[in-house]
């Protein structure tokens, strides 16, 4: 399975690991399918992993149509936060790219290197 999201009810936690290569329209179908991340007053985190994934995208108006594809499907998710890992300079620009789009949607977002990082982050 390319796209596999984990919930962690204990942590409040999604675990969304990305394998393989990776199409925008694998990432948008994913988006729009069934939530696994539980909204309402105290939402979940969200960790997207890419570090085992090829994301096939290279433009910012693709990383922006992602981002708006999110913003459609869930337009009132305002709380819980989102960290994404990728370890490649590809990678880590695209996630910056679309981290940069979400952020204007008041989304709260960073993206890391290291998986550590971003635990440290969320559980801080």
Known sequence: MAIQAIRDDARRRV???LRHAISAADVAAFITSVAPVPGGDQPYDIVVDLR???IDL???AQA????SVAERHEPNRRHGRVAVVADNDATFGIARMYAAYREKAGITLEVFRRIED???WLTG
């Open 64 to 67: 922006q149509s992602l981002a």
């Open 58 to 60: 290279e433009t910012s």
């Open 15 to 17: 675990v969304v690991t």
């Open 52 to 54: 085992l994934a090829e």
């Open 118 to 120: 971003a635990e440290t």
